[in-house]
């Protein structure tokens, strides 16, 4: 096989070996050590996986949407926590493109297309709701041409490694996005640890003790971030998410399909028994309908189509509760040995419950997603 150039994109098939290879086998130990190896990381970076939707003058491979999340939905099948990191990265690098100036752009991208520098998107507040978009807790202070930063973040997904903050604050003009590296003066991290699911995502608390910025750490004009900088890191977050829960879903079907047809039950093989392949012909359908809804979101991210938005959301609901469902049915058909360490589906089965909260809860879409059709009624 040829060596893959920088800017050329890497192959479907490659991700998959990679996953397959290196991935799977290790999953649960990264898990209960609650770390991805640097190892993996640099891999990661090897095969260009960091931010391939880049165009090639700023590093990536100009990867398109709907590959960039068959991308997430591989690497999800043998890792979320692998793939969380990818999610976040993916938030910040994209912001970074699409919202930061020439100077922000030619400071941060070489290093995060290249994932040299890592990126976390720091948004959640401890004192609010997870679904309480408007970092209300966290301010911003404009003082003599600069800004002192002052709060706390919470589950920062890669916090404890990440280079690159990107940090929604409170503005007197409203929310304000600002471009924090992690080893400034003020920055404080704090390991999260004991989490129910992707536990290997290194989350973290991070807190701004009076952190001094310059007016180049502010992405847009102070009071933007709101409608601009969150809606789309959020909806990028949201598309990672629906694509990674497929892979859950995959590993679920794949996980349950060899243990019923290797283990025996009154005289014949689980896998003829007509409650488990009524699971597992669910579980293909699942993966089948979520695997398109992903689609159709990504090829109206490709045309530029407002509409992506709301079809990220029906993904996500979709793919995230189909997942919960695959994962729980998955330990169902492993019995006692689905709720050991000895087999994978216990670690599917918590990180599909978190695939349920993220990037927007199962509740808040209904929310939303009971909105859009009532809104449809009334036209």
């Known amino acids: ?88 990265h993916t938030m910040v690098t994209a912001t970074v493109q699409r919202w930061g100036d020439d100077e922000q752009r030619e400071r941060w991208l070489p290093a995060l297309a290249e994932g040299a520098t890592l990126g976390a998107f720091c948004l959640t507040e401890p004192d609010f709701s997870g679904s309480d978009s408007t970092a209300a807790g966290t301010v911003a202070v404009a003082e003599n041409g600069s800004w002192t930063l002052r709060g706390r973040k919470t589950w920062i997904t890669g916090g404890q490694l990440a280079g690159l903050l990107l940090v929604f604050a409170g503005t007197a003009t409203g929310m304000s996005a600002f471009l924090v590296p992690a080893d400034h003066p003020g920055v404080r991290v704090t ?14 608390t991070i807190e701004f003790d009076d952190v001094r910025l310059e007016p180049d750490a502010l992405v847009g004009p102070p009071g933007w971030a709101a409608g601009t900088v969150m809606t789309g890191a959020l909806d990028l977050g949201r598309y990672s998410v629906a694509c990674g829960s497929v892979g859950i879903i995959r590993g679920a079907l794949a996980a349950s399909a060899a243990y019923s047809s290797a283990r025996s039950a009154g005289g014949g093989l689980l896998r003829d028994l007509p409650q488990i392949r009524a699971k597992i012909s669910e579980m293909v359908t699942a993966r089948d309908a979520a695997r398109l809804l992903c689609e159709k979101a990504g090829r109206l991210k490709d045309a530029g189509d407002p509409a992506t938005i709301m079809a990220t959301w029906v993904a996500k609901y979709f793919a995230s509760t189909a997942a919960a469902k695959a994962g729980a049915d998955a330990v169902q058909i492993h019995g006692a040995n689905g709720c050991g360490p000895d087999y994978p589906v216990a670690r599917l089965y918590r990180d599909a419950k978190v695939m349920e909260i993220i990037e927007g809860s199962t509740q808040i879409q209904e929310l939303t997603i009971a909105d859009e059709a009532y809104r449809e009624v009334a036209k």
């Open 1 to 88: 096989m040829r060596a893959r150039t920088r800017t050329e994109a890497p192959e479907l098939v490659v991700v998959g070996r990679f996953v397959d290879e290196e991935v799977v086998p290790h999953a649960d130990a990264w898990d209960r050590d609650e770390a991805v190896p640097g190892d993996v990381l640099r891999r990661v970076a090897d095969l260009g996986l960091w931010a391939p939707f880049l165009p090639p003058e700023a590093g990536g491979a100009g990867m398109d949407m709907v590959t960039l999340g068959r991308v997430h939905e591989e690497v999800g099948r043998g890792c979320s926590s692998l793939r969380s990191l990818l999610t976040v």
């Open 191 to 204: 390991p999260v640890r004991n989490m129910l699911g992707t536990s290997a995502s290194m989350l973290a």
